[in-house]
C-alpha cells in the first residue's frame, strides 16, 4: 500500500478566439467564434464556482466529524480443564499471568486444579465516528472487496507460522518427544546468553510456576509462544516487547539438575517440536 496520497487540484480554463481575416470579409458582420468563447469562459467561471463550494462544503463536513472512544469491561468465567496450568489459561485468554493472579487474588506460587473457577476480566475499547448530530457514521465498504478478502487471508496465513532463532548456543541434550517432554533441552554454561528466539510479547516473566524455576513466555503471534525456563536470572519483565536476538535471561539450573535451557514452542496452547522451526546446523 502506498504510504501517502498525493491530491493535486488543478483548474482548467480557456479562451480560444479564432479571427479569420480575408480581403472579402464583412468587417460589420458579428463574428460566431466570440459568441462561443465567450460561452465557454462563462462556464469554465460557472464550473470553478461550483467546484470551490463543493470543497468548502466537504471540507465544512469533515471539520464537523468527531470521533468517540468507550471502553467497556467484561467478567467472564473459565473452569480450570485437566492438563491447564496458568500459563496456558493466559495464552488461551490472551491476558498475562499477572493478570490472572491478581483477578483472582492468588499468590505467585499458587496452582490450579481442575474443576477450579477462576475469573477473567476482558476489556473492549470501539472507536466511533459520529456527525455533528452525534449520529454514527458508516464506514464506506472498500471498492476492492476481492483484494480486501486477499489482504485478510494473507494475514490469516501469516498467522499460522514462524520463523525462529535458537535461543542459546549448546547442545541439544533432551529431543522433543509429544506426550513425553514439552521441547527441547540445551544445555550450556551457567550465565550463557538466552536469547528471544523471534519478535514477540512477554506475557510472563517469573517464578510462580514452581516446575519451571525461573520462566519466560512470549507470545509471538495468535498461533504460536515459546517458553525458556530454568533461567539463573530473568532480564526482561511481564509486558515488554522483545525483538528476535534480543538477550532476555541468563542460563541456569533452577528446578533443574544441569545447566540448560528448557525451549518450548507452543501452537494453540499445545507443545510441538521446536526443531523444524529452527534453523538447521546449530544448536
Partial sequence: MRSRFDRTKTGLAGLWVAVAI?????????D???????????????????????????????DALTTRTVTTTKTVHYRVKRGDTLARIAQKNNCSVKDLLAWNRMSASAHVKKGQVLRIVTQQTVTTTVDANGKPVTARTPANSATAREMAAQTTRAAKTVTLMWPAQGVVVEPFQAGETRGIEIAGKAGDPVRAAADGKVMYAGTGLNEYGSLIIVQHNKDFLTAYSHNRKLLVKTGDIVHQGQLIAEMGNENNTRVSVLFELRHDGKPIDPIPYLPQGRG
Fill in 32 to 62: 460566431p467564434s466570440a459568441d462561443n468563447a465567450a460561452a465557454g469562459a462563462q462556464a469554465a467561471a460557472a464550473a470553478t464556482a461550483a467546484s470551490g463550494a463543493a470543497v468548502q462544503a466537504q471540507q465544512a463536513a469533515s
Fill in 22 to 30: 480575408s480581403g472579402c470579409a464583412n468587417v460589420g458582420q458579428q
